[in-house]
Structure formats: C-alpha cells, structure tokens
C-alpha cells in the first residue's frame, strides 16, 4: 500500500474528506497541496490539514501490525465495490477478519434493539436461511435485531459482517465478546473509525450508510416509529438498494415503522423467496457456482 500513513491521517481529520481525493489525486497530495489549495478546496479543514495527527496515526500503525487487523483504502482492489458506489464511501476501512467477504453479495438485517423474542427468532432464521443460499449477512453488532442475525447467521453455511460505530479496539456491547470473537473467526468485523474512537450516538447514524451501502438490499424487522434502524433503510433508499421489510400486529408498537415503510413502497416479505426472486437481478445465486 502506497503512504499508508496519509490515508490514516483521513481518517482522523474532522470530516469525511474523501471527496476531494478525486481532485488532489491522493491522500498526500491532498495534505501537501498547501494553503493556496486548501482555501479553495477544504477552507474548513485547513488547521487540521496544517498539522496532522501523526501522533494517533502511529497508533493505528501499532494496532494494525497486530495478527488479523487490516486496513482497506479507497483504491484497493479489497474495497467493497457496492459501498465505493455510495455518495459518501469512507475512504479507509479499518478491518478485523477476512477482508476477502467484503466483495461477497450482501444482504444487511437490521431492527431494533429492544426487539421481542419473536422478532429476534425472525431475525436469527431469517439470517440463517438467508446464509445457507449463499448471502452475507451484513449488521450493526448492537442488542436486539441485529445482534441475533448475526447469530442466525453463524448458526448457517455462510458468513457475517459486522459493521461497529467505534474503534475496533474495543468490544461494545460488553455483553458481545463472545460474539464479536466468533465474527472474527469466520467472518469479518470493519469501521470507518480508527482504534481509540469512543462510541458516540452519531458515529451510529454513519455506520449506518456503510451497512446498507455494502449491501444488496435491507431487510428490516422490528421498528418503532422513530427507531434508529429507519436511518439505515434511509440510506438503502438514497444509496438506490432494494428494501424489504417483514410486517407484525397493527398493534404492535415495535413494528409502525415498518408498516410506514410498506405504505411507502417497500416489499412486504413473509418468507425468503421474497427476497431471493428480486435479488436475482443481480445474478448472484449464478456467481455462487
């Protein structure tokens, strides 16, 4: 990899500067542009431009010599194709696991956290079901929905991704090392934020653009009104992705953001054909064989 340290040093600056990489060709040309180019281009980032933080880029030196981590950038050839088509790609991928799974076809499951036992047995065999045809399931980590399809998917013959809001330094929730450990094992666990970021509540609204943009489509299961997990639909929405989404009881609290969805047009599912037969567009049941 050609100046690892420059691309770590995006990853610590104040905003997502990935978009200017077009322009400045790289990393380092964008860092030894100078002031005359910074005003034009990135007037609000200039103080960080001017002085990097070497000093936490060295850190994540340290953690990625350790055994299984990696870093993925914007112009590698492991960077997951379908997340680089999103407005907004994180330029680095900070990894634990096979980086290879990345470029497997992908459907995210996500819900919320205080699921029913109903809807995190939905999840768990949907998740499952969905991984023996061949898919990754793509999540967020967290309690609930989310965490039992990562479950259901280790419990089938494929794999799971986990996408963390935080530095893959630390385990969060707690409650989730034994599952964190088994993701690492089979599967793949990746942040956009270097080792050291502590988790913060909009760090969650980003991740989110990452788990539906490295995903064919997104299945939602359990959502209140105003839950967190609408956000990732949003962005599955934006990103150009298929939606699905399994309905509950008209009264059922947890599930009136998902009827909203259905009202506005996403494909209601009741098994996993549902979603096999529009996921076939994409021709990867064929690359499988």
Known sequence: MKDPEYWLALAHAPRNLGSLLNHFGSPRHLFEAGPLEWRVHCADVIKYLQKPNWYAVENDIQWLAQTGNHLITLDHSDYPPFLREIYDPPPVLFVRGDTLLLKSPQLAIVGTRSASSEGEWTARTFAENLSNQGLTITSGLVFGIEGASHWGALAGQG?????????????????????????????????????????????????????????????????????????????????????????????????????????????????????????????????QH
């Open 159 to 287: 794999k799971t991704i986990a996408v963390a809001g935080w530095g893959l330094d630390q385990i969060y929730p707690a409650e989730h090392s034994e599952l964190t450990q088994k993701i690492v094992e089979t599967g793949t666990i990746i942040s956009e934020l270097p080792p050291g970021t502590q988790i913060k509540r909009m760090h969650f609204r980003s991740r989110s653009r990452i788990i539906s943009g490295l995903s064919l489509g997104t299945l939602l299961i359990e959502a209140p009104e105003y839950s967190g997990a609408l956000d990732t639909v949003r962005f599955a929405i934006e990103q150009g992705r298929e939606v699905f989404v399994i309905p509950g009881s008209i009264h059922n609290p947890l599930v009136k953001g998902c009827h909203q969805l259905i009202k506005e047009g996403a494909k209601l599912v009741e098994n996993v054909n549902d979603i096999l037969e529009e996921l076939q567009n994409y021709h990867y049941i064929e690359a």
